[in-house]
Each structure stands twice: as structure tokens, then as C-alpha cells.
């Protein structure tokens, strides 16, 4: 009887579905969770860490993305950041995803063609998937729950089944040392304060 109602209530729908767990607005500052397929520990190996902490750089220094904190697990990886602006025609989210990815792939076939196998799947458009589907992000929008995701970041490492550092500043792989120490080893790390 209405069709304009039709295709609205459609065109909602739609919109509704498309923003799945990983949906994220350029600008806006998001926590961030993404996990290796099948909860594999590829992190484990610093090298693999290294990719990640390469990827954030370039997009770093291209202007694409600002992070406020992280730290790199052996399967899982959280992150504070914000996405500035497009990556040619990809969201830079994707582009970090798909760099990492390629790297991964990369690295297994040259030093472990065995281990690459673990991520083979069967899809049209790639042969491994390394990152599980639809990352989780959570968009951060007061002081106090970005600090509490930080807090969270940050004692990750010591986390009784983990137990990866005796204090958050020497694990390595995270912000922590910034945030704790003021001293800064990561080029693309920005402190939080400066959105705030």
C-alpha cells in the first residue's frame, strides 16, 4: 500500500545488517579485537608480532589511523586507534587486516609451509584466512570507558593464564611502558589524553 514505506523499512534493514561487530566511522575512536582463525597462537613468534607492529606504523605515517594504546597477544591483538581517512578505497581497518594477512602468509610459506596449512580454507576469493570474521570494535565515547579499555589492554600480559610479564611495562608488545614510564617506543603511539 505504501511502497516508499517498502523500500525505507528495506534500505534500514539493510543498513542494520551492514554494521556487523567490526563496523567502525572514520574519525571516531573505537577499542578493538581481532583474533587469529581457530584461536591460534601464530602471535606467539615476535616475528609475526613485528607484522603488526609494521602495518601500524605505515598507516601511521600515511595519515590513515592514530593509536592510543594496544598490545599483541599470542592469538589476539587489542587496540584503541582511530581511522582518519581512507586507504585509497579501502577503510584502513581492512587494509591493516589485509596487509598482516598477506605478511603472515608470507612468513609461514618461507619458513614453515607445514604450519600454513592450519589456516587453509575452501572460498572463492582466498586460499588461508589468518584473522577470524567480523573482529569485534566498540566505539569509545567518554574518558572514563576508554580508560577502563585501556586498563584492560594493559594488564592483558599478566593475566593468570597468560602470565607473559611479572609487570605491564616489560611486556614488550603493548603501551603500557608509554603510559606507565613515558617512555615511548612506538612511532605511531599517541596518548590517549589527546582526544580527551
Known amino acids: 500500500m505504501y511502497p516508499q514505506l517498502n523500500s525505507y523499512f528495506r534500505l534500514m534493514e539493510n543498513t542494520i545488517l551492514s554494521q556487523r561487530n567490526s563496523y567502525m566511522e572514520l574519525g571516531s575512536l573505537y577499542f578493538f579485537t581481532a583474533t587469529i582463525n581457530g ?13 603488526i607492529i609494521d602495518s601500524l606504523t605505515f598507516l601511521h605515517n600515511k595519515g590513515k589511523i592514530s593509536v592510543y594504546a594496544f598490545v599483541i597477544m599470542p592469538n589476539h591483538l587489542h587496540i584503541i586507534w ?39 580454507v575452501v572460498a572463492d576469493n582466498k586460499k ?32 593468570k ?3 607473559l610479564s611479572k609487570t605491564q611495562e616489560s611486556y614488550k608488545y603493548s603501551s603500557a611502558k608509554f603510559y606507565l614510564t613515558g617512555e615511548n617506543n612506538f612511532s605511531f603511539l599517541s596518548h590517549i589524553m589527546d582526544v580527551f
Do not use: C, V
Open 82 to 120: 582511530q581511522l582518519l581517512e581512507m586507504n585509497g578505497k579501502e577503510i584502513p581497518r581492512a587494509s591493516f587486516l589485509k596487509f598482516t594477512a598477506h605478511a603472515f602468509k608470507q612468513l609461514l610459506q618461507n619458513n614453515n609451509p607445514k604450519g600454513l596449512e592450519k589456516y587453509s
Open 128 to 159: 588461508y584466512e589468518f584473522w577470524q570474521r567480523d573482529s569485534f570494535a566498540f566505539k569509545l565515547i567518554n574518558k572514563d570507558t576508554a580508560f577502563q579499555k585501556l586498563a584492560y589492554i594493559h594488564a592483558n600480559p599478566l593475566a
Open 161 to 163: 593464564h597468560w602470565s
Open 39 to 51: 584461536w591460534s597462537y601464530l602471535l606467539e613468534n615476535d616475528a609475526y608480532k613485528n607484522i
